[in-house]
């Protein structure tokens, strides 16, 4: 199976930057696509973005043109470069990757929190 430690979360002001990490152990190779969700308090778990290729990444309307996934093959971790944040965008951000054979993964999840 794929395990995924996210890091990186924190308090942030308004306008501000963030950048998340997702580090993936496991069956790396087994791993079709990975994403970013997030959920606000009181609110659902809502997808961020999905990462497929390097040519490949879609966006949630909410977020499409401030923030960028990446990934570094490497050192098996995916990003989430968060820029002109808002204060809706506060919530726990969690990494999760669809493995071929067991199906979906996820972390342990991060708090970003963005003051007004």
């Known amino acids: 199976q794929v395990q995924l430690v996210e890091s990186g979360g924190g308090l942030v002001q308004a306008g501000g930057s963030l950048r998340l990490s997702c580090t993936a152990s496991?069956?790396?190779?087994?791993?079709?696509?990975m994403s970013w969700f997030r959920q606000a308090p009181g609110k659902q778990r809502e997808v961020v973005g999905t990462f497929f290729t390097e040519k490949r990444t879609i966006y949630s309307a909410a977020v499409k043109g401030r923030f960028t996934i990446s990934r570094d093959a490497a050192e098996n971790t995916l990003y989430l470069q968060m820029t002109s944040l808002k204060p809706e965008d506060t919530g726990v951000y969690y990494c999760n990757a669809i493995d071929s054979v067991y199906g979906s993964a996820w972390g342990q999840g991060t708090q970003v929190t963005v003051s007004s």
């Open positions: 496991g069956s790396i190779s087994r791993v079709n696509a």
